[in-house]
C-alpha cells in the first residue's frame, strides 16, 4: 500500500521497511533551467546535467558549465522546508567556524515553487572518490591516518561546538532568527530533522519535535513515538502475529519509559550542553585522494547538535564487533567464478567471509587508533565515553525496539539495569547476534 503524504513523496510499505518514493521524477530540462537562472548562464551556455547518485531521500546530478562541474540535490518533501534550511545552515556553520572539508552551498531553494517542483541545494563538487571503493587498496598505515585525519575533523567539531557556539539543547541548526529569510549568522538548535521523527506517519504525530532542552526530553519523545506507531500497528493488525508483535514491541518501549529517568535526569537548568554529530560518517561519506588523504566528509542531512554522551560513540565506519586475531587469507576459500560479487570492490580471488573477517579486525584495530587520537586532541572525550556507556546502551535498546529487533533480550537488559547490574547491550545481544 502506499500512503500519500507531503507532495511528490509517497511511502512503500511492501516491503521488510518502510520505504519513500518519488510520486514523479525530477526531469534534466528543468534542473538544467534551475541551473541556468542561479548561475547566470545565458541560452548559449552549455549546461550539461546528468545522474550522478542517489540516497534514500534524494537524487544527485553532475551540472558541468564551462565555469566549472557542481552538483544538484533534488529532495524528497520528507520534512519539507526543515531539511532543507537545516542543512545549509549546518554546512555554511561548518565552513565559516572549522577547517573541516565540506562541500560549499552556491544556492538553494527550501521550497517546491520551482521549475523541479522539489527542494534543491546546488553545491560545490568535491574532490575525490569514497574511501568505501579505495579501503581493500589502502596500506593499514594509509587506513590509520585516515582514521587520524577523521578524528581531528571530529575534534575540531566538538571543540566549536561546545567552546566557541556553546551549543545548548538537541536539535538541528537553524537561523538563530526564525523570521529570518537569511540562513547566514549564528545558528542555534531547533526543530530535529530525523528520520524517526517524519518517516510515514511518524510525520503526522502530535509530540514534541525540539529543541528538546535535555536528553531525557528526545528519548521520552522518541518513545512515545515508538508507542503511538506501534499502538496504530497493533489497532490494524489483522493477523494474530503481527497484532503480538506490536503489544510485545509496546512492553519494551514501556519498560524503557520507566526505566528512562533513572539514567537521564528529567529536569536540567540549564539546558544540556550538545555538540554537532554526523551519524552516518560510514566510508561511502567520506572522500579521499589517490593519497589517502581525506578531502571531504558529505552528506549531513539530518544532522543535528546531540548531547556529549552520543558523540563519544564511534563514527560509523569504525562500529563492528571485536576481532583481535588478524584472518590468515591462506586459510579462506577462493571465490567462486559464477558468485557475483560487488561491482565496486575487488575481491582478489577470496570469498566474502575474508573481507567480512579482516573489516573486523582492521576496525577493531582502528577503534584504538580512533580512541587515542580523540584523547589527545579534546581531552573531555575520554570522560564523555567513560560516563557515557549505560546512555549509549539505552540508545542502542531504544533503536532496536522501534525496529522491533531482539526485543526478549532487551528485557533481558532491562531487567538487568533494574536490579543493578549494568551488562553490556552487545555482550545481552550476542546469542541473537551470533545466530542471525
Same mark, same amino acid.
Given at each position: 500500500?502506499?500512503?500519500?503524504?507531503?507532495?511528490?513523496?509517497?511511502?512503500?510499505?511492501?516491503?521488510?521497511?518502510?520505504?519513500?518514493?518519488?510520486? =514523479?521524477q525530477?526531469?534534466?530540462?528543468?534542473?538544467?533551467?534551475? /541551473?541556468?537562472?542561479?548561475?547566470? #548562464?545565458?541560452?548559449e551556455?552549455?549546461?550539461?546535467?546528468?545522474?550522478? +547518485?542517489?540516497?534514500?531521500?534524494?537524487?544527485?546530478?553532475?551540472?558541468?558549465?564551462?565555469?566549472?562541474?557542481?552538483?544538484?540535490?533534488?529532495?524528497?518533501?520528507?520534512?519539507?522546508?526543515?531539511?532543507?534550511?537545516?542543512?545549509?545552515?549546518?554546512?555554511?556553520?561548518?565552513?565559516?567556524?572549522?577547517?573541516?572539508?565540506?562541500?560549499?552551498?552556491?544556492?538553494f531553494?527550501?521550497?517546491?515553487?520551482?521549475?523541479?517542483? %522539489?527542494?534543491?541545494?546546488?553545491?560545490?563538487?568535491?574532490?575525490?572518490v569514497?574511501?568505501?571503493?579505495? =579501503?581493500?587498496? *589502502?596500506s593499514?598505515?594509509?587506513k590509520?591516518?585516515?582514521?587520524?585525519?577523521?578524528a581531528e575533523?571530529?575534534?575540531?567539531? %566538538?571543540?566549536?561546538?561546545?567552546?566557541d557556539?556553546?551549543?545548548?539543547?538537541?536539535?538541528?541548526?537553524?537561523?538563530?532568527?526564525?523570521?529570518?529569510?537569511?540562513?547566514?549568522?549564528?545558528?542555534?538548535?531547533?526543530?530535529?530533522?530525523?528520520?524517526m521523527? %517524519?518517516?510515514?506517519?511518524h510525520? !503526522?504525530?502530535?509530540?514534541a519535535?525540539?529543541?528538546?532542552?535535555?536528553?531525557?526530553?528526545?528519548?521520552?519523545?522518541? *518513545?512515545?513515538?515508538? /508507542?503511538? +506507531?506501534? $499502538?496504530? *500497528?497493533?489497532?490494524?493488525?489483522?493477523?494474530?502475529?503481527?497484532?503480538?508483535?506490536?503489544?510485545?514491541?509496546?512492553?519494551?518501549?514501556?519498560?524503557?519509559?520507566?526505566? #528512562?529517568?533513572?539514567?537521564f535526569?528529567?529536569?536540567?537548568?540549564?539546558a544540556?550542553?550538545?555538540?554537532?554529530?554526523?551519524?552516518d560518517?560510514?566510508?561511502? !561519506?567520506?572522500?579521499?585522494?589517490?593519497?589517502?588523504?581525506?578531502?571531504?566528509?558529505?552528506?549531513?542531512? /539530518?544532522?543535528?547538535?546531540?548531547p556529549?554522551?552520543?558523540?563519544?560513540?564511534?563514527?560509523? %565506519?569504525?562500529?563492528?564487533? $571485536?576481532?583481535?586475531?588478524?584472518?590468515?587469507?591462506?586459510?579462506? &576459500?577462493?571465490?567462486?567464478?559464477?558468485?557475483?560479487?560487488?561491482?565496486?570492490?575487488?575481491?582478489?580471488?577470496?570469498?566474502?567471509?575474508?573481507?567480512?573477517?579482516l573489516?573486523e579486525?582492521?576496525?577493531?584495530q582502528?577503534?584504538?587508533?580512533?580512541?587515542?587520537?580523540?584523547?589527545?586532541?579534546w581531552?573531555? =572525550?575520554?570522560?564523555?565515553v567513560?560516563?557515557?556507556?549505560?546512555?549509549?546502551?539505552? #540508545?542502542g &535498546?531504544?533503536?532496536?525496539?522501534?525496529?522491533? =529487533?531482539? *526485543?526478549?533480550?532487551?528485557?533481558?537488559?532491562?531487567? &538487568?539495569?533494574?536490579?543493578?547490574?549494568f551488562?553490556?547491550?552487545?555482550?545481552?545481544?550476542?546469542?541473537?547476534?551470533?545466530?542471525?
Amino acid at each position: 500500500m502506499l500512503h500519500h503524504q507531503r507532495d511528490g513523496l509517497e511511502w512503500d510499505d511492501e516491503g521488510f521497511d518502510l520505504t519513500p518514493r518519488w510520486a =514523479w521524477q525530477p526531469q534534466v530540462d528543468k534542473i538544467a533551467q534551475v /541551473c541556468r537562472r542561479v548561475l547566470g #548562464l545565458s541560452a548559449e551556455d552549455d549546461c550539461r546535467v546528468t545522474f550522478h +547518485a542517489e540516497g534514500a531521500f534524494n537524487k544527485l546530478y553532475l551540472i558541468d558549465t564551462a565555469h566549472g562541474k557542481s552538483l544538484l540535490r533534488v529532495s524528497l518533501p520528507v520534512d519539507p522546508k526543515h531539511k532543507t534550511q537545516g542543512e545549509v545552515t549546518t554546512l555554511r556553520w561548518i565552513r565559516r567556524m572549522t577547517h573541516v572539508p565540506v562541500p560549499k552551498i552556491i544556492a538553494f531553494d527550501d521550497t517546491q515553487d520551482n521549475e523541479i517542483g %522539489f527542494e534543491w541545494i546546488l553545491m560545490e563538487l568535491m574532490p575525490g572518490v569514497s574511501a568505501y571503493k579505495r =579501503w581493500r587498496k *589502502l596500506s593499514m598505515a594509509e587506513k590509520t591516518w585516515l582514521v587520524e585525519q577523521v578524528a581531528e575533523f571530529q575534534s575540531r567539531l %566538538f571543540r566549536h561546538s561546545h567552546e566557541d557556539a556553546k551549543f545548548q539543547s538537541i536539535g538541528t541548526l537553524f537561523p538563530s532568527d526564525p523570521g529570518s529569510d537569511s540562513i547566514y549568522g549564528d545558528p542555534k538548535p531547533g526543530r530535529i530533522v530525523s528520520r524517526m521523527f %517524519f518517516m510515514g506517519d511518524h510525520f !503526522n504525530y502530535d509530540i514534541a519535535r525540539g529543541p528538546f532542552r535535555s536528553s531525557h526530553d528526545w528519548l521520552s519523545a522518541y *518513545l512515545s513515538i515508538i /508507542c503511538q +506507531a506501534q $499502538a496504530d *500497528l497493533s489497532a490494524k493488525a489483522e493477523d494474530e502475529d503481527d497484532r503480538e508483535e506490536a503489544e510485545n514491541c509496546l512492553r519494551v518501549a514501556a519498560k524503557l519509559t520507566k526505566l #528512562l529517568p533513572k539514567i537521564f535526569p528529567p529536569l536540567l537548568n540549564p539546558a544540556e550542553q550538545t555538540v554537532l554529530w554526523h551519524d552516518d560518517l560510514s566510508l561511502q !561519506n567520506i572522500l579521499v585522494d589517490d593519497d589517502g588523504k581525506v578531502t571531504a566528509l558529505i552528506d549531513w542531512e /539530518c544532522v543535528s547538535c546531540e548531547p556529549l554522551w552520543v558523540a563519544a560513540e564511534m563514527p560509523k %565506519f569504525l562500529l563492528g564487533p $571485536a576481532r583481535e586475531e588478524e584472518p590468515n587469507r591462506e586459510g579462506y &576459500a577462493d571465490a567462486s567464478e559464477d558468485v557475483i560479487g560487488s561491482e565496486e570492490l575487488d575481491d582478489e580471488g577470496k570469498t566474502e567471509l575474508y573481507w567480512i573477517h579482516l573489516m573486523e579486525y582492521e576496525q577493531t584495530q582502528l577503534r584504538k587508533v580512533y580512541a587515542a587520537k580523540m584523547k589527545e586532541l579534546w581531552p573531555q =572525550w575520554e570522560t564523555e565515553v567513560t560516563y557515557g556507556t549505560l546512555k549509549l546502551d539505552f #540508545l542502542g &535498546a531504544v533503536g532496536r525496539c522501534a525496529a522491533g =529487533w531482539y *526485543l526478549k533480550r532487551i528485557e533481558q537488559w532491562i531487567d &538487568a539495569v533494574e536490579d543493578g547490574a549494568f551488562p553490556r547491550l552487545m555482550d545481552v545481544l550476542k546469542p541473537n547476534l551470533n545466530n542471525c
